[in-house]
């Protein structure tokens, strides 16, 4: 990925700038630093909810304008900080995007599995036919969050994406949401934008921006070791040792 992009209402505004890195089949890669500094837009550009005014996406090898956008993105998943859920059931929202025919109720329980939330469906009366109201409103935080990891696991994706996950979570629940992203990572690309960075420590890569820009990039503990920014946002986070 090489790309400059600016706001469609702000043309004369760079959002990134000069954006350049890479992402190898099956890494964890991390995108951190400060509000507003791009993250978000890099992770929307992927997605091809934009296109760079410069340079291009690609995937292998192949530049993504160039694909089917509905094929490319059923390759994809999203976990973003406040989950989309609607009004309906449980098995519902966790089905939503996929063809209902194609999928066992026994791949339906595996994912809830892996998200950790199965236990807590079969504890309500109505199981997976149990209601969650207006976009979730009777589910907490937690409980809607792991709901969309076993949605975003059941469409089996290439790349997941996480966008600040965790970052709207008590500890508790964050203990049970961050286990579910680390079995949903196993065996694929993911991309994660973290503002809490302990739950991206182990990534195989993490990118730093600042202002549209990369500043660095490297594992937790090369980028500690270089005592820059990154050394800068886990100081201030009380993370590591210093």
């Not at 929202?93 to 996929?98: H, Q, R, Y």
């Not at 950790?116 to 409980?143: A, E």
């Not at 694929?188 to 990369?214: C, E, P, W």
């Amino acid at each position: 990925m090489s790309s400059s992009e600016t706001y469609p209402t702000r043309p004369n505004r760079l959002v990134l700038r000069g954006l350049n890195l890479h992402v190898k089949p099956g890494q964890y890669v991390a995108f951190v630093g400060a509000s507003g500094c791009g993250k978000s837009t890099a992770i929307a550009l992927l997605e091809r909810f934009y296109d760079p005014v410069l340079g291009g996406v690609y995937v292998d090898g192949k530049e993504i304008s160039s694909f089917n956008i509905n094929n490319y993105r059923s390759h994809l998943a999203l976990v973003s900080q406040e989950p989309t859920l609607y009004q309906g059931t449980i098995r519902e929202n966790i089905m939503l995007g996929t063809d209902q025919d194609d999928i066992s109720e026994d791949e339906m329980v595996l994912c809830c599995k892996n998200a950790n939330i199965f236990d807590f469906i079969i504890s309500l009366p109505n199981g997976f036919d149990t209601l969650v109201g207006s976009k979730g409103s009777m589910l907490s935080g937690g409980q809607k969050q792991r709901l969309a990891i076993a949605r975003a696991l059941l469409r089996d994706p290439r790349v997941l994406f996480l966008d600040e996950a965790t970052s709207a979570l008590d500890s508790e629940s964050e203990k049970l949401v961050q286990a579910a992203l680390d079995t949903a990572a196993q065996g694929r690309t993911t991309i994660a934008v973290a503002h809490r960075l302990s739950s991206v420590q182990k990534a195989d890569m993490i990118y730093v921006f600042n202002q549209g820009r990369i500043i660095e990039c490297g594992t937790h503990s090369e980028l500690m070791q270089k005592r820059s920014a990154y050394f800068e946002l886990v100081s201030l986070q009380n993370l590591g040792e210093m």
